[in-house]
């Protein structure tokens, strides 16, 4: 695991303002192009996670909150898991126009949504005030990640969920993976999506330093350790070559 990763900014000021916008540009094929890129296995993350905490919540209202909603497929996902048991979900991003998209889709169903501008590296909430904490497919967009695992450590009461790319620790692996996202997915977003295809090649500045899912989880496990937040339970899942997964821990 890099220290540097942990330690410093992941991007520049202008590297992260410019990986918002290329994402504001794709919000209205987000979906469409999320199943190439992961070949459909992103809805799978998003919902065997989720089923994994509703299966051990005893049939309890949550609140939810969703970090880096993006155009709003997570904090959608989530509402539609938990909905039979009551929840309030809390929809988290650093761009408005973003929210505004997550919104929209909210509220067609979810009386008990909102959304919240913000970031995750300071979340606006009160320490263990939000019993699930989720970030789908953002945790690589964060500004400094260690802040923003701290954050998501800090106000989360029982559960963190994250799911994302990781980059395998097989070069081999690394290197199919790298080809993909660089160079097949902006090629094939391109001829679905005239004019979009560009906006996707910002997603490989997000793979570089990247970590492994065992580096995410070796990371989250220190900085609970440093938060004084003991770990009850602990689960992960990889998926093609393991660079897609998610990791669950439970406070």
């Known amino acids: ?124 909430f009160r320490a263990s005030s939000v019993d699930v904490v989720q970030a789908f497919f953002s945790a690589r967009d964060f500004f400094g990640l260690s802040r923003a695992l701290s954050s998501m450590i800090t106000v989360s009461k029982k559960w963190l969920v994250i799911g994302d790319i990781f980059s395998p620790l097989d070069r081999v692996k690394r290197t199919i993976l790298l080809l993909w996202v660089c160079r097949f997915v902006p090629f094939v977003v391109e001829i679905s999506s005239p004019g979009h295809g560009r906006y996707y090649k910002s997603l490989c500045s997000t793979l570089n330093g990247w970590m492994s899912i065992e580096e995410l989880s070796y990371a989250i496990r220190i900085i609970a350790k440093y938060l004084n937040k003991p770990i009850n339970s602990f689960f992960k899942k990889n998926y093609i070559m393991d660079s897609l997964g998610y990791v669950i821990f439970e406070f």
Not at 7 to 33: C, H
Not at 69 to 90: E, K
Request: hydrophobic share 45%.
């Open 1 to 124: 695991m890099s220290d540097q990763l942990m330690t410093e900014n992941r991007y520049s000021m202008k590297d992260w303002l410019s990986i918002i916008k290329s994402i504001e540009s794709i919000k209205d094929i987000y979906t469409r192009a999320s199943d190439i890129i992961s070949m459909c296995i992103a809805k799978n993350v998003r919902y065997m996670s989720l089923m994994f905490v509703k299966k051990r919540t005893a049939n309890k209202m949550v609140i939810v909150l969703d970090v880096g909603s993006g155009p709003g497929d997570s904090a959608y996902t989530a509402w539609r898991i938990f909905a039979s048991d009551g929840v309030y979900v809390i929809a988290l991003d650093p761009s408005f126009n973003l929210i505004k998209t997550t919104m929209n889709k909210l509220l067609r169903d979810c009386l008990l949504c909102e959304a919240v501008e913000g970031v995750a590296e300071y979340l606006p």
